[in-house]
């Protein structure tokens, strides 16, 4: 089983500021998925990366896979209050598993 | 919306009754999963099926768990006996080939 560490675990900023939440593991991934989730809901699927390196953007969001697929980060540009979510990365394990880090709780200030 | 849905959304009971959840996956998705996700933590595994038949079970599922998809269709997860510590929301997700994509999750509480 892969640990997935993800930090911080709580990140409170002003609306218009930057962030970056990280998600990092001893072990390669095959591939990494990133969700938001809100309170009372299930995950929102934002991205799948699959190759080292890579670099994907999905409006103000920039995700980013390591070079060694072990780590990876989001960032967002130019906070909104809808940013407002609890971060999780998830990576797959055996073609089918999903393995969830403990997620980052983002709270963007009006 | 044709997503993944769940019902019962919030089911309160008490310790010792059963309770079963329902979760319908997107249409064409030949892969359901259930997983189950307590405060401050990402979701933890507890077993998947392709089409009907159920290829993994988590230690997480004790003997108190059990779950089908009968028909290749939807799914059931049971809960008998419940305990306190089974209060937790209960996930479902499915996919075709690669990503998974959840539904809005059943809130247990066992009182």
């Known amino acids: 089983t892969q640990l997935l560490e993800q930090s911080p675990q709580f990140l409170s900023i002003q609306e218009g500021e930057n962030l970056t939440v990280y998600c990092n593991s001893s072990s390669v991934f095959s591939s990494l998925q990133w969700y938001r989730q809100e309170p009372g809901e299930g995950p929102v699927l934002l991205v799948t990366v699959v190759t080292g390196g890579e670099v994907k953007k999905l409006k103000r969001l920039t995700f980013q896979f390591g070079d060694a697929r072990k780590d990876s980060s989001l960032h967002i540009t130019a906070a909104q209050p809808g940013d407002t979510g609890l971060y999780l990365c998830a990576a797959t394990s055996n073609d089918y598993k999903l393995s969830f880090g403990a997620g980052t709780t983002v709270t963007v200030r009006a | 919306d044709t997503g993944v849905s769940q019902n019962p959304r919030h089911k309160i009971t008490k310790r010792g009754q059963n309770v079963t959840f329902r979760c319908d996956p997107i249409s064409e998705h030949n892969r359901l999963y259930w997983y189950r996700q307590t405060l401050g933590q990402g979701p933890e595994f507890l077993t998947y099926?392709?089409?009907?038949?159920?290829?993994?079970k988590s230690r997480l599922l004790s003997d108190r768990f059990s779950a089908e998809r009968p028909k290749g269709s939807f799914s059931t997860l049971e809960i008998q006996r419940t305990e306190q510590g089974d209060s937790a929301m209960y996930l479902c997700?499915?996919?075709?080939?690669?990503?998974?994509?959840f539904g809005p999750g059943t809130r247990l509480l066992v009182l």
């Open positions: 099926f392709q089409n009907e038949a159920q290829l993994e």
């Open positions: 997700a499915s996919s075709l080939l690669g990503s998974q994509y």
